[in-house]
């Protein structure tokens, strides 16, 4: 089983009620943060957990609303952790260069916390893997691979496919349809793919706002791509506008409906849905078992 956590849903506009773009893949007890936007350690606590059990932060690419509070999990990662134990952050090409700027801008909170405490004797330790594609070495069970998707002008961007147990789920960042979303998804159980309502934002009189119609994706889109790979889960994320905290999205749904016919998942932060290995149907053939979680918001 892969559970996924909506940690944040919202996107670079802040919300009340929707923390920055963060999702949370679970297998086992392994736990991977995909992005790492605003109030994100917020929302991990809400979840049960804290920096120091992620196996591994992956970037999809450096927005800064995917990344805002990347600094806050090498931070507490570092102060939170009695026995030094490396943080890893897997990203596109580039991610080495951000971490470093974000490492120096933390080098006078790592001197104070150096001197006062006798047991913090060397800055955090934080080891960055960039990808392109194909396979992602990590230590333990879950097997995770990755290809470049497409948010031009941002390039590199990159999705990653997590599979466990018999079950494979895809997390998209910000991204159009593209041949390397697509190999990701292929036989995959679940998509989780950031949406914007390009509907609703063409009808905005502001130019910068317009622009972000030509490098995500619509929900239809997001279906196209998951029916093109024969995903049996497709949840959405990254809503733009937001959807009214509560709300059923069904109006969002609906616009999946001409294009995808599996399940379509949405909701508020830590909403957490669970995919389940396919089982046998008489008669049918096989079926994927997904359940979900309604969480609550804390805000």
Known sequence: MIAITLLGTGSPIPSPDRAGPATLISAGEEHYLVDAGRGVLMRLAAAGLGAPNLSAVLITHLHSDHITDLNDVITTRWVMTFVPTPLTIVGPVGTKAVVEHIMASLEPDMAYRIAHHH??????????????EGDVTLPGDVRITCAQT???????SVGFRFEHDGVAVVAAGDTVPCPGLDSLCDGADALVHTVIRKDIIANVPMQRIKDTLDYHSSPEEAAQTAARGGVGTLVLTHYVPPIPTGGSGDDWKALTADHFTGVVELGDDLHRIEINPVTP???????????HHEGTAHT
């Not at 913090?120 to 960039?130: R, S, T, Y």
């Not at 948010?151 to 590199?156: A, F, G, S």
């Not at 149907?281 to 359940?291: A, F, L, Q, Y």
């Open 150 to 156: 497409d948010h031009k002008p941002v390039e590199p």
């Open 119 to 132: 047991d913090l004797d060397a800055p955090p330790q934080v080891d960055v893997i960039e990808v392109t």
């Open 281 to 291: 149907v008489p008669g049918i053939g096989v079926t994927n078992r997904m359940e």
